[in-house]
């Protein structure tokens, strides 16, 4: 708790550092960090693997952009439709997906995500289509780098607080339960199936909060962000950072983005690099730096 | 006595391999009864059959005049059943008290809570089953670290924290030392007599049932063969062959 | 429609889907003996698409040449993929499986880009393939026919293999019981690697025969891993006669769905998909996993 505020705290200086670049890559981060720890309620707390998570980023995103820039809704509006509607959409597809398990199920996600960028590529009249949907109207309040860095850091934070409250409520542990021994939780009287379902929606909605943001700050959406490519990528965070811990995703998040910022500047094979660093991961860390840190200090306590 | 356990021409199959042959079986209220039979009899078959595990092929299951059959088993534990496995089942990388804990808080339907801690849940409540069944120490060991016995213990606190009617322990004392296996049973006794419980065991060690049991069911390759009192299933003749000629043959 | 236009139409359809077959038929080969999604099989089609390329347009060598070249090839990056890596995840829980055939997609993205680069590529009909047969009321091209005659060849050929051989009597029992099969002295290892070795030259050959129906980009993958996903899925996962009414049932749709719906045709196999899913949560011809 203390850190975190500390953490807070100390990001909400940074913009008086005045650097524009920092802020940029820190209100990116941020909104990776969220979409990690969205995530990782899916994949950490519960145990079933997504590969589809962007879809509702995507939808978040696409969401909030057109209801901005289309039909000129005011934000107070807009953020929290779209929020809801990567809910809701989530909440559908988690209905199929719920019914198989393990590997069936992450196929079945998979496919669902590319459903969702099929459609947004189709549909070129509303999405913007390979083009993609550019030009949103974000308000002026939030227009300049530092008040859209300090509006999505009161956004992410306030996300955090809300899923760390999740994660750790009745609910919370009762999907670590269902991940430990899905065949026991049955048997202690909990419908196993409906929660996934719900860890499912709750991913998704909060996986939506964060495209909104994104969307936003790029002043637009592209369906490369609705892609497998970009479910990849936040699978990885949630791994790297450990997604046996509540902070690994965001560790990861901030990790990976930052890797890939720097990489980028260098070499157009980043996801050779990605791809390295998840086998790294499978060969030889499979609890993340989280757990790597764990185990060094748990070594060190022993000597 | 009333009837709680009600069943009629259980029969199942797997792949041609009869497992459950046409059993019938009344359980009373407040009874301790026993269902014995040698390794491979169809003991826990049975009781996958009426906890929801498996769907028998032809057959009735009722508990207290409701129909059992096609329940999952979510529902079948609402209704007032409980049961520990015979090859252990529990949260192996949970704390014994979280192990508890989970079960109590899915008793009270707050696995829905999103907001309260799970872990300030219950904690009076989870003590005392711990302490029931002579856990309270080993409560911040986790599930999979403990000893053999003491996991068994932990199955039966979990069982015991869905607020069951109906006890089912399939082979409670399997694998114990002789000791551990006395002081299992009459933990085990003990705890059903407090509880007003019905009790429902499988076992093939025939001492340990015939200290508890009040009633005895002898399975045999998926049949009943023998139904009744203690003394008289120990002097049937059916149960003496199948039991004397197995111990010949052994 | 006329009757011209539906027999062309359902004539396309059913050559895609047997193209399809091929490629999906190797992941549900290796799903059904691993037990383990290659998400690189995509990347494995493609690959062999562009194998195929630079033997017919780089070295000049005849289209099957190419098919055998693209076998091959996918053959030799299979086996290599499977005894260093692989091999070591057997144990391990699926995710790891399924991360590490993930980390592949990646890696054989970027070395096609540095092999190919990202320019678009085409691959012209074999010569004795490229013309039409006119059966009077409607004139067939000559590819597509040779599709329909491969597809159902493979698919009888993988039948006969699996389910009335020696061979395939062990490979159904690997999927079982290794444990079991090891001990009774048959090398399970060398099994996993055929299986996958065979699984993986599949997709090289759907891709090699795809190469002059299809554009050949980078992307192609994706595309092919989702569609072989929704074809597996309707079919049933690990089983060869799902996949291939799967793949019928694909084929067809979106054949169709381009007549009709043009512009959606793409969005309807996942509208075939979540049909098939809400009457048959398993697939078609699947059945849930026991004890996994």
Redesign the interface.
């Known amino acids: 708790m203390l850190a975190f505020l500390v953490a807070i705290l100390l990001l909400a200086l940074l913009p008086l550092a005045g650097n524009r670049y920092a802020i940029d890559l820190a209100t990116e981060a941020l909104i990776y960090a969220l979409f990690a720890l969205s995530l990782n309620v899916l994949i950490g707390f519960t145990g079933n693997i997504s590969f589809g998570h962007a879809a509702y980023f995507a939808i978040g995103g696409y969401a909030c952009a057109i209801l901005l820039t289309t039909y000129g809704w005011p934000l107070v509006l807009s953020l929290p439709a779209a929020v809801v509607l990567a809910g809701i959409v989530a909440a559908v597809v988690g209905y199929f997906c719920v019914r198989l398990t393990q590997i069936y199920f992450a196929m079945l996600t998979l496919a669902f995500a590319m459903l969702v960028w099929g459609v947004a590529f189709k549909w070129k009249e509303v999405t913007g289509g390979d083009d993609g949907f550019t030009g949103i109207k974000v308000p002026d309040l939030l227009a300049s780098p530092a008040s859209y860095f300090y509006f999505t850091l009161a956004m992410v934070a306030a996300g955090i607080v809300l899923l760390w409250i999740i994660c750790h409520s009745a609910f919370g542990l009762t999907l670590v339960a269902v991940r430990e021994n899905s065949v026991r939780t049955g048997f202690i009287g909990v419908d196993t199936r409906r929660m996934r379902w719900a860890a499912f929606t709750v991913a998704g909605t909060f996986a939506g909060l964060a495209g909104a943001l994104f969307g936003m700050y790029h002043r637009g959406m592209y369906i490369e962000n609705a892609y497998w490519t970009e479910s990849a990528q936040v699978l990885i965070m949630v791994l790297l950072g450990g997604m046996y811990s509540f902070v690994g995703p965001l560790l990861g998040a901030a990790v990976l983005y930052l890797l890939q910022v720097f990489t980028n500047q260098y070499t157009i094979y980043w996801p050779t690099v990605l791809g390295l660093i998840l086998l790294v991961i499978v060969l030889v860390l499979p609890d993340g730096l989280v757990g790597l840190v764990e185990r060094v200090k748990a070594r060190l306590v022993r000597a | 006595m009333s009837t709680m356990l009600h069943i009629q021409g259980l029969w199942k199959s797997f792949a041609g391999f009869v497992a459950t042959r046409d059993v019938s079986f009344e359980l009373e209220a407040g009874r301790t009864h026993a269902v014995i039979g040698p390794n491979g009899a169809g003991k826990t078959t049975f009781f996958n059959l009426i906890?929801g595990?498996l769907r028998p092929d032809k057959g009735k299951v009722a508990f207290e005049g409701r129909d059992l059959i096609g329940l999952?088993?979510?529902k079948i534990?609402?209704l007032g059943i409980?049961?520990s496995f015979q090859r252990i089942?529990?949260?192996?990388?949970?704390t014994v008290f979280?192990n508890v804990?989970?079960?109590l808080?899915?008793?009270e339907h707050?696995?829905?809570?999103?907001?309260?801690?799970?872990?300030s849940?219950h904690r009076q409540e989870t003590g005392e089953l711990l302490e029931l069944v002579g856990l309270a120490a080993e409560a911040a060991e986790i599930g999979g670290e403990l000893s053999y016995g003491k996991q068994k213990q932990l199955e039966l606190a979990?069982a015991l924290?869905?607020k069951p009617r109906l006890l089912l322990l399939d082979e409670p004392t399997a694998g114990m030392s002789p000791q551990e296996t006395a002081e299992t049973i009459a933990s085990v006794r003990d705890i059903v007599k407090a509880r007003g419980l019905t009790l429902l065991f499988t076992e093939h060690d025939m001492s340990v049932v015939f200290g508890i049991a009040e009633r005895i069911s002898v399975l045999h390759h998926g049949e009943i063969i023998a139904s009744g009192t203690p003394d008289a299933v120990r002097n049937d003749a059916e149960v003496k062959r199948v039991y004397l000629g197995e111990q010949v043959n052994a | 429609m006329t009757l011209t236009m539906f027999t062309l139409n359902a004539f396309y359809g059913l050559a895609l889907a047997m193209n399809m077959f091929i490629i999906a038929s190797g992941l549900n080969l290796i799903f059904g003996v691993l037990r383990v999604i290659n998400f690189a099989h995509g990347m494995f089609y493609m690959f062999g698409a562009y194998i195929i390329f630079s033997v017919t347009k780089s070295w000049g060598a005849p289209f099957f040449v190419g098919v055998l070249a693209a076998a091959a090839g996918l053959a030799v990056i299979a086996l290599v993929i499977e005894r260093l890596l692989l091999r070591h995840l057997y144990d391990r829980e699926h995710l790891m499986q399924l991360l590490f055939t993930f980390a592949l997609v990646l890696l054989m993205s970027d070395a096609a880009k540095m092999i190919w680069g990202t320019d678009q590529y085409s691959v012209g009909y074999p010569p004795g393939l490229g013309g039409a047969v006119n059966l009077g009321f409607v004139v067939l091209p000559q590819y597509q026919l040779f599709l329909c005659v491969v597809g159902p060849l493979i698919a009888i050929t993988m039948w006969v293999l699996v389910d009335r051989t020696r061979w395939g009597r062990i490979v159904r029992a690997a999927t079982q019981d290794r444990e079991m099969l090891a001990a009774l002295g048959v090398n399970v290892p060398m099994v996993y690697a055929a299986v996958f070795t065979i699984g993986s030259a599949l997709a090289g050959i759907g891709g090699a025969l795809a190469a002059p129906r299809v554009a050949l980009v980078p992307g192609m993958d994706a595309t092919i891993i989702n569609e072989c996903f929704i074809i597996v899925i309707i079919g049933g996962l690990g089983n060869l006669w799902g996949s291939f009414l799967g793949a019928l049932a694909f084929g067809f749709v979106v054949q169709f769905g381009t007549v009709w719906v043009p512009n959606w045709q793409d969005v309807l196999p996942y509208v075939l998909m979540l049909l098939v899913l809400l009457v048959r949560p398993w697939g078609l011809l699947g059945r849930p996993e026991v004890g996994h």
Do not use: D
């Not at chain 2, 089942?89 to 949970?94: D, E, G, K, S, V």
């Not at chain 2, 707050?110 to 872990?119: A, K, T, Y």
């Open positions: 906890t595990h999952p088993p979510q534990v609402r409980a049961r089942n529990i949260y192996p990388r949970l979280e804990q989970v079960a808080i899915a008793h707050q696995q829905w809570n999103l907001f309260r801690p799970g872990r849940l979990i924290a869905s």
